[in-house]
């Protein structure tokens, strides 16, 4: 994330953490269908941002973090209208 986006990865969880966080399933986007697109607010950052989940591998539960960056001008009209 930090290589192509300059994003940290607890600036990533901050944004799935947000309690406003739009939470699309599956990502629109994904090739498989697993993956899940987060659009939330990071604190540290300042910024809404898009963040790629999939499931945690077979025996944890959860989510792994794949890939954040900052949103564009589409999910952030959308986080801040509160659309899915």
């Known amino acids: ?3 192509s986006h300059h994003i940290t990865p ?3 969880q901050e944004a799935v953490e947000d309690i406003d966080a739009l939470w699309i399933d599956p990502d629109p986007t994904s090739k498989t269908g697993i993956s899940v697109r987060v659009v939330g607010y990071s604190h540290s950052l300042r910024e809404i941002l898009c963040v790629i989940l999939i499931p945690a591998e077979a025996g944890r539960d959860g989510w792994d973090g794949v ?3 900052r949103a564009n ?6 986080y801040e ?4």
Do not use: L, V
């Not at 001008?73 to 959308?78: G, I």
């Open 67 to 69: 890939n954040a960056w």
């Open 81 to 84: 209208r509160g659309e899915t």
């Open 10 to 12: 607890g600036q990533a």
């Open 73 to 78: 001008s589409t999910y952030r009209h959308a």
């Open 1 to 3: 994330m930090w290589d």
